[in-house]
Nanobody
């Protein structure tokens, strides 16, 4: 498995921006997809965005498309989630995940390694 450590979550006002980072270790990532999921209180963990490590293909949920951008830094083994125009409904614990490249990359089933999560709170 891949070990993942997230950082960057904090309290921010609506309309503001935040960048989350997730550093991976333990395995070469060239055949992996790195993704971000989020879980709000009382809700299921939901897909946010993902990127293929080999060729940087990306995917986004409809709720964040146009506001969030996922990217990666090969040299640092780190994936980022740039979040702009934040809304109170973006408040959640954000989890980084890794999985071998598959067609299930928009679902939790596509990932077998998870970070501990980082809290993002957007105040209105």
């Amino acid at each position: 498995q891949v070990q993942l450590v997230e950082s960057g979550g904090e309290l921010v006002q609506a309309g503001g921006s935040l960048r989350l980072a997730c550093t991976a270790s333990g395995r070469p990532l060239r055949s992996y997809i790195l993704g971000w999921f989020r879980q709000a209180p009382g809700q299921e963990r939901a897909f946010v965005a993902a990127i293929t490590w080999s060729d940087s293909q990306t995917a986004y949920s409809d709720s964040v498309k146009g506001r969030f951008t996922i990217s990666r830094d090969n040299a640092k083994n780190t994936v980022y989630l740039q979040m702009n125009s934040l809304k109170p409904e973006d408040t959640a614990v954000y989890y980084c995940a890794a999985g071998v490249k598959s067609t299930r990359w928009r679902t939790r089933l596509g990932y077998d390694s998870w970070g501990q999560g980082t809290q993002v709170t957007v105040s209105s």
